[in-house]
């Protein structure tokens, strides 16, 4: 639809509440957009009433569904986490009215002075969402979905984008590696996953920090999920030794919660690595997705990150080699026989 047309009927919607929630309407102004058609305005409020400033989220019905947003922002703010409460909602045409969690994000914010006192307190919310965790509250992150995610990086990054297609042999290859990530990504114990827990969706809050955005595609799954969105970020690049740093705090710290991490950090930082891989194949495809099927292309940029990640640990573990022989043909790396890496 017409974004112009959808701006007009926001506002027709936003005229009736503005008494109520003391909202001055011609203050609206774009606050941002995402990888989804969901589009993002902020709008201030009055001097008579109790919030400064308002979010409006746009969810074109056609396309986006309001309802899985509604129902895990109460998930969470049950939870006690800081996320935007919905204020007033219309599912049919696709408009929330939110609270506003201001607009400074993680990724604005980070620098080596800043992160290690961000990212303790982005551990400590992620360990109360998780302790939260029920069975039933949410979809399974499920074989079929893992699965799902997986294909897209042969189907958009290696055909689409590259150009690449792979022969039976590597097919083969492919497919049994997939097999190994997917039975590692089983095999841990189900939390409630937030699915893009980053530096983009994580706002610096002068409470609560963090405020937490974006978490309308959350699912069952596994418990080293988001710490890979976290900490291998596509976004910002952190060296290991820190990451090891963090990721060290948050397994002390969950262990002692009595979130179901492993015993031996040895084994969760093998399934933090492998969950890792499993979402950056995906995201290499969704990055493509996005610039050739929707046009946008501003993720271009991000994907040699991504792509690094995936490197570092195709390399890392032996059962991984017809990984790293794959990427090797795609960057046109000829090595001496017999020589992985």
Partial sequence: MNPDIRLSQLNSWLAPLASQWAIDPKTIQSASSDASFRRYFRVLGTKNGPHPSFIIMDAPPATEDTRPFIAISKLLF???????????????????????????????????????????????????MQLASKPGQLPNYDRALLTRELELFPEWYLNRHLGLQLNTQQQGDLAKIFELILE?????????????FHSRNLMVTPEKNPGILDFQDAVYGPITYDLASLYRDAYIEWEEPE????????????????????????????DFEWMG????????????????????????????LVFKYVRKVAERYIALKP??????????????????F
């Fill in 78 to 128: 049950e939870a006690q986490l800081n996320v935007p409460q919905v204020l007033a909602q219309d599912t049919e045409q696709g408009f929330l009215l939110l609270t506003d969690l201001g607009n400074q994000t993680y990724l604005s914010a980070l620098n080596p002075e800043t992160a290690p006192k961000l990212y303790q307190d982005a551990n400590n919310a992620l360990i109360q």
């Fill in 184 to 196: 590692n990504n089983l095999s841990q114990t189900p939390v409630i996953v937030h699915r893009d």
């Fill in 243 to 270: 990451q090891m740093d963090w990721l060290i705090r948050y397994w002390d710290k969950a262990r002692k919660a009595g979130l179901p991490v492993p015993s031996e950090f040895g084994d969760f930082y093998r």
């Fill in 277 to 304: 891989l499993q979402r950056h194949l995906k995201v290499l495809g969704i990055f493509a997705r996005l610039y050739h099927r929707d046009g946008k292309d501003g993720y271009l940029k991000d994907m040699p």
């Fill in 323 to 340: 990984l790293v022989q794959l990427l090797d043909h795609i960057e046109g790396i000829e090595r001496p026989d017999g020589l992985t």
